[in-house]
């Protein structure tokens, strides 16, 4: 018997499955009803989408629900990055070297925001709009709770990413690849830190 | 004809539950055998691409913690006294330090590589364990270049991957990126 790669089983494969939620933080709950409205939740885990949605009637047939599913749950981390970045921004000093790397971080997501969202029309779905307002995931209002932020929104983008690198399309899965990589070392230049793993469920945090 | 059709039920049904009963008795290993995963079917060997893409990755770390471990056994100030312009002891220290968390985490790296491939019994070591004596002593910079092209090659090898093994090439290439501008902090000693 030759050797094999482990697909299932083993201590640690529960750390490295696909993992569709990206953020811990949410739309307000009148964005949120709006988004189900559409058809889909926004802001986290995508809605299996159905036929009745009317979404999936108008994809392509030869493009799987997973793929959708992974693409809306990247596009909703970058919306939720986009405007978190905002918060970022105002709240470190004005005209410091942060504030530009804060600018410059919010610029990479709304571009990414606006790849996604061209994939996922490409692919005959509807992108979920963002959310008007985004519920942080703890009191922002010092500069230090900016970083720590933009350092969190950097890992659920990372991780949203990764569940993109799970799937069998290989530019899907380069870009989901490059997208981790580019959140990895924007995380890392707010944390002053490096991970062993990032992206990766159970990453136990900064090193 | 209504008895018929009642006493004729079981005369002729009997034999078919039977016929499936013996049937779904027969299927029975088979049945529990594909419930203990595909492994214990005595699996046809996988692609063998997979195989070698995964040993080459923990040949290439293995390399990466061999590297530093000789840096870390030189010390890891003098490689970043090594570098033009690198100040003086006190960024030295604060070097070592960034040079064995790196390290750490490359043996983290090297140990999930290892626990994905499965070698046969009697089969060696995909890898030898890594040593320090065989490698020529890096400075930092030579070590961040190092880092770039094993998180680029990572990226590179991932088409054709299981989704699993491909997301942990992933982060383990976004991880060693980010050991670049960490050790670059470093040396500048920030």
């Given at each position: 018997m030759?050797?094999t790669?482990?697909r299932q089983g083993?201590?640690?494969d529960q750390?490295?499955r696909i993992?569709f939620?990206?953020?811990?933080?949410?739309?307000?709950?009148?964005?949120?009803?709006?988004?189900e409205r559409a058809g889909t939740r926004?802001?986290?885990k995508a809605r299996p989408m159905t036929s009745a949605s009317g979404s999936i009637s108008a994809r392509p047939a030869g493009t799987p629900q997973p793929v959708i599913a992974a693409?809306q749950?990247?596009?909703?981390?970058?919306?939720?990055?986009?405007?978190?970045?905002?918060?970022?921004?105002?709240?470190?000093?004005?005209?410091?070297?942060?504030?530009?790397?804060?600018?410059?971080?919010?610029?990479?997501?709304?571009?990414?925001?606006?790849?996604?969202?061209?994939?996922?029309?490409?692919r005959g779905a509807t992108?979920?709009?963002?959310?008007?307002?985004?519920?942080?995931?703890?009191?922002?209002?010092?500069?230090?709770?900016?970083?720590?932020?933009?350092?969190?929104?950097?890992?659920?983008?990372?991780?949203?990413?990764?569940?993109?690198?799970a799937l069998p399309?290989?530019?899907?899965?380069?870009?989901?690849?490059?997208?981790?990589?580019?959140?990895?070392?924007?995380?890392?230049?707010?944390?002053?830190?490096?991970?062993?793993?990032?992206?990766?469920?159970?990453?136990?945090?900064?090193? | 004809m209504a008895d018929e059709g009642l006493g004729s039920g079981p005369a002729t049904t009997g034999p078919a539950r039977r016929a499936l009963l013996i049937a779904s008795v027969a299927a029975l290993p088979a049945l529990l055998a594909a419930c203990r995963g595909v492994q214990s079917l005595g699996t046809p060997p996988p692609p063998?691409?997979?195989?070698?893409?995964?040993?080459?990755?923990?040949?290439?770390?293995?390399?990466?913690?061999?590297?530093?471990?000789?840096?870390?056994?030189?010390?890891?100030?003098?490689?970043?006294?090594?570098?033009?312009?690198?100040?003086?002891?006190?960024?030295?220290?604060?070097?070592?330090?960034?040079?064995?968390?790196?390290?750490?985490?490359?043996?983290?790296?090297?140990?999930?590589?290892?626990?994905?491939?499965?070698?046969?019994?009697?089969?060696?070591?995909?890898?030898?364990?890594?040593?320090?004596?065989?490698?020529?002593?890096?400075?930092?910079?030579?070590?961040?270049?190092?880092?770039?092209?094993?998180?680029?090659?990572?990226?590179?090898?991932?088409?054709?991957?299981p989704p699993t093994?491909?997301?942990?090439?992933?982060?383990?290439?976004?991880?060693?990126?980010?050991?670049?501008?960490?050790?670059?902090?470093?040396?500048?000693?920030?």
């Amino acid at each position: 018997m030759s050797p094999t790669c482990r697909r299932q089983g083993g201590a640690n494969d529960q750390r490295i499955r696909i993992h569709f939620s990206p953020a811990s933080w949410h739309p307000a709950a009148s964005d949120r009803r709006a988004a189900e409205r559409a058809g889909t939740r926004a802001g986290g885990k995508a809605r299996p989408m159905t036929s009745a949605s009317g979404s999936i009637s108008a994809r392509p047939a030869g493009t799987p629900q997973p793929v959708i599913a992974a693409l809306q749950s990247a596009l909703a981390a970058e919306q939720a990055a986009s405007y978190g970045y905002g918060v970022v921004g105002a709240l470190l000093p004005q005209g410091s070297a942060q504030q530009a790397t804060a600018s410059t971080d919010w610029v990479a997501h709304m571009r990414a925001r606006d790849k996604l969202s061209a994939l996922i029309t490409a692919r005959g779905a509807t992108p979920v709009p963002a959310a008007v307002a985004y519920k942080l995931p703890g009191p922002v209002r010092t500069a230090a709770q900016a970083r720590a932020l933009a350092t969190t929104l950097e890992d659920r983008v990372a991780e949203a990413y990764l569940a993109l690198v799970a799937l069998p399309e290989r530019s899907l899965r380069r870009l989901g690849a490059e997208q981790v990589r580019a959140a990895a070392l924007r995380a890392q230049a707010w944390r002053g830190s490096v991970q062993a793993f990032p992206g990766l469920p159970g990453e136990p945090g900064a090193s | 004809m209504a008895d018929e059709g009642l006493g004729s039920g079981p005369a002729t049904t009997g034999p078919a539950r039977r016929a499936l009963l013996i049937a779904s008795v027969a299927a029975l290993p088979a049945l529990l055998a594909a419930c203990r995963g595909v492994q214990s079917l005595g699996t046809p060997p996988p692609p063998p691409t997979d195989v070698d893409t995964l040993r080459n990755a923990i040949e290439h770390e293995t390399a990466l913690v061999a590297s530093y471990a000789a840096v870390a056994a030189a010390g890891g100030s003098a490689a970043a006294g090594g570098q033009a312009g690198s100040p003086g002891a006190a960024s030295g220290g604060r070097m070592a330090a960034a040079l064995a968390v790196v390290l750490a985490e490359h043996r983290q790296h090297l140990t999930e590589l290892r626990s994905r491939l499965i070698e046969p019994a009697g089969h060696g070591s995909a890898s030898p364990a890594p040593t320090a004596s065989s490698s020529v002593t890096l400075t930092t910079a030579q070590l961040e270049q190092a880092e770039q092209a094993a998180s680029d090659r990572l990226i590179a090898q991932l088409a054709g991957l299981p989704p699993t093994l491909a997301q942990l090439f992933a982060s383990i290439a976004a991880s060693e990126a980010t050991h670049v501008p960490y050790l670059q902090a470093a040396r500048r000693g920030q």
